[in-house]
């Protein structure tokens, strides 16, 4: 249970209030290195919360929410980090450097920077007058910008800017080759069928180099031969590159099928912890779904095989 042995992020009694709702209620979880977890729950569960918690979109009302990305988060080292009243220790103080990062006090741009956390969204976000290809060096924009230093650099054609720019272009067309698209690569982003779009903007999140990547429904609408495409993609990602998958997913078969680790809440609780097996069995879990309509159940009976 790499989630016990060696989390990547750790959430401790994690709260977050609109008003009089409480979305989310004193949450603790693990993320594994090198995991894929997936974070379920029914309508309105508090998932989409917890994600803009992590990714810095809302600042909880209280809790602490620890990544390391040099080894596994270490309570100790981060109860003496948080007492310096510092966001984050870095080995140096280099954008992308290993260090332990205390999220929930960090912007959200440099969650995403920083600490090395990408995110997908429900709706799709790419920009779609953009091309294929065009989408993936934008991703890369922040490096590139480094290397131009801000543009002199850039505009003389330095040789760091120039290595910058030919590292960002073989990124690119590495992910465009794992989605498929490389025959696309000119084409509009919106022209792309849904399922590439979903698949291209993982890709696009890919380019940043991400130590954890939160993917919101990435199953959401798509056919069954793109939901194996997606499933066959977060696979090569898990065991083929040193980024951690956090996924919010409706689609039980894609969940049982791919996640090491799922984390089960019902309004705003945590409600069960572990493998799919033992979630799948777990009598709390059948009644948070039984919980929901008469063929909400019969589907996800079906899909996880009860
Ligand atoms: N910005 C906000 N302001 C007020 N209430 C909010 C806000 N965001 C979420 N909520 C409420 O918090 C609760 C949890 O919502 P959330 O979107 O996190 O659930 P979810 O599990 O992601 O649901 P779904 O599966 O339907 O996407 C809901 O009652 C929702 O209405």
């Not at 993320?31 to 729950?41: N, Q, S, W």
């Not at 989409?48 to 918690?53: D, E, L, Q, Y």
């Not at 003496?80 to 450097?97: F, M």
């Not at 380019?207 to 798509?222: K, N, S």
Request: with cysteine.
């Amino acid at each position: 249970m790499r989630w016990v042995r060696d989390p990547l992020l750790v959430v401790e009694g994690l709260t977050m209030r609109f008003g009089g709702l409480t979305a989310v209620r004193d949450l603790s979880f693990s993320v594994g290195r090198g995991d894929i977890t997936a974070l379920i729950g029914p309508n309105g569960a508090g998932k989409t919360t917890v994600f803009n918690c992590i990714t810095g979109f809302y600042k909880p009302t209280s809790g602490l929410m620890a990544l390391s990305t040099g080894g596994p988060v270490r309570l100790d080292e981060v109860a003496a980090l948080a007492s310096t009243g510092h966001r984050y220790k870095c080995v140096d103080d280099q954008i992308g450097a290993d260090g332990v990062f205390l999220l929930e006090r960090m912007p959200d741009f440099e969650i995403a920077r920083r600490a090395r956390v990408a995110r997908t969204f429900q709706n799709i976000r790419l920009f779609s007058g953009m091309t294929v290809l065009e989408n993936l060096i934008v991703a890369q924009h922040t490096p590139l910008m480094r290397a131009s230093g801000w543009t002199i650099k850039g505009m003389f054609g330095a040789l760091q800017y120039r290595q910058a720019e030919a590292a960002a272009m073989k990124r690119a067309r590495y992910w465009l080759e794992h989605i498929e698209l490389t025959h696309r690569a000119d084409d509009a982003a919106g022209s792309l069928p849904y399922g590439d779009q979903r698949r291209l903007e993982i890709a696009r999140a890919m380019c940043t180099d991400p130590v954890l990547l939160c993917l919101d429904e990435p199953a959401a609408g798509l056919n069954p031969r793109e939901s194996l495409e997606l499933n066959t993609l977060l696979r090569t990602i898990r065991d083929h590159h040193a980024t951690s998958i956090l996924l919010i997913e409706h689609d039980m078969s894609v969940v049982m099928e791919i996640s090491d680790h799922v984390v089960v809440l019902e309004y705003g609780l945590r409600i069960s912890d572990g493998t799919p097996e033992s979630v799948r069995n777990d009598p709390k879990v059948i009644a948070a779904y039984l919980g929901v309509d008469d063929d909400e159940v019969a589907q996800v009976e079906a899909e996880v095989g009860l």
